[in-house]
């Protein structure tokens, strides 16, 4: 699969990450099948948090890739912390907590990439750049990055933090475009044009911040699928015609459409169906026109000024 650098950093990564949140639904067998399809289409970035399945499903990942030294040189592993009872929690003691039982689930010694999972209102960002510092020093954690933050959040973070940020995951898909479409509208008297994310799109390209889009094939707030919904006909229109010419599924040009964004950014697939999966790595190879990517987009029933 091709490859790109996440974020500032050296690290070489596949354009598409595998989520791991729903591997709990899958038995044994289908669970290492999966893993194993995701290693064949060269997808061995795996993202987790230690919420998914109240951490069950980082313990499922490691019995299915039959964790050892040799396979976990192999991968690339990242997950999250920072959500726990109800509330958000980046402390230095959850956090420095939250590592060891991750890594302990996960069955290694590190962790590539940790992310801050959700902004938490009381965050003490001495304390985040204490914890960080020590997890770097240990060599538990190699890079650092956020997830759901908006630019003075980073910032703040920043201010102390002396660790690159190298990733911030946001909701973005065809149908949850807002923080594109805010660029577009400058300056309008409409929906579109509400900064509702402080440009977070712009902040992360200029500081060599790699987005990671969740729920890419999502509307709402996990309302549904967007692909095969009755509510979206003239989107789904659109992209099966568009499939259609490079000879590829309506998931495949889902992703493809990401892609194409030159934020080069990693989206995180989370289907645990193999052929979806392999649907998605196809994305990889394929390039839209700006004109397929801008008929796409206004076919979500976005409107150009």
């Known amino acids: 699969m091709r490859t790109m650098k996440l974020g500032s950093s050296s690290l070489e990564v596949p354009v598409i990450a595998v989520g791991c949140m729903r591997i709990n639904s899958l038995d044994k067998a289908g669970a290492e099948h999966f893993v194993q399809t995701a290693l064949e289409e060269g997808a061995n970035f795996f993202d987790h948090a230690d919420i998914y399945g109240g951490g069950e499903c980082e313990e499922i990942f490691a019995d299915a890739i039959h964790m050892n030294d040799d396979i976990r040189e192999k991968i690339i592993l990242q997950s999250k912390c920072g959500i726990r009872n109800g509330m958000f929690d980046f402390s230095k003691e959850h956090i420095l907590d939250s590592v060891d039982r991750i890594l302990a689930r996960l069955k290694t010694d590190y962790l590539d990439t940790l992310l801050l999972h959700r902004p938490d209102a009381l965050v003490e960002p001495e304390e985040v750049a204490e914890a960080f510092d020590i997890l770097e020093s240990s060599g538990k954690v190699r ?163």
């Not at 910032?155 to 911030?168: D, F, R, S, T």
Request: proline fraction near 5%; glycine fraction near 4%; hydrophobic fraction near 40%.
């Open 143 to 305: 890079h650092f990055g956020v997830s759901n933050q908006n630019p003075m959040q980073i910032e703040l973070l920043k201010k102390y933090v002396k660790q690159p940020l190298i990733a911030n995951q946001l909701q973005l898909s065809i149908t949850n475009t807002t923080m594109i479409s805010s660029g577009i509208n400058v300056n309008m008297e409409n929906e579109a044009a509400v900064n509702r994310d402080g440009s977070i799109l712009d902040y992360c390209r200029l500081h060599d911040i790699t987005i990671q889009p969740w729920s890419p094939f999502q509307y709402g707030f996990f309302e549904g699928v967007f692909l095969g919904s009755d509510k979206f006909p003239e989107l789904n229109q659109a992209i099966d015609q568009i499939a259609e010419r490079y000879s590829v599924s309506n998931t495949t040009m889902a992703i493809a459409w990401l892609l194409r964004h030159p934020a080069q950014m990693q989206p995180v697939i989370g289907t645990m169906n193999l052929e979806r999966l392999k649907d998605c790595c196809k994305a990889a190879d394929i390039r839209l026109t700006r004109e397929e990517w801008y008929e796409i987009y206004r076919a979500a029933g976005n409107v150009l000024p």
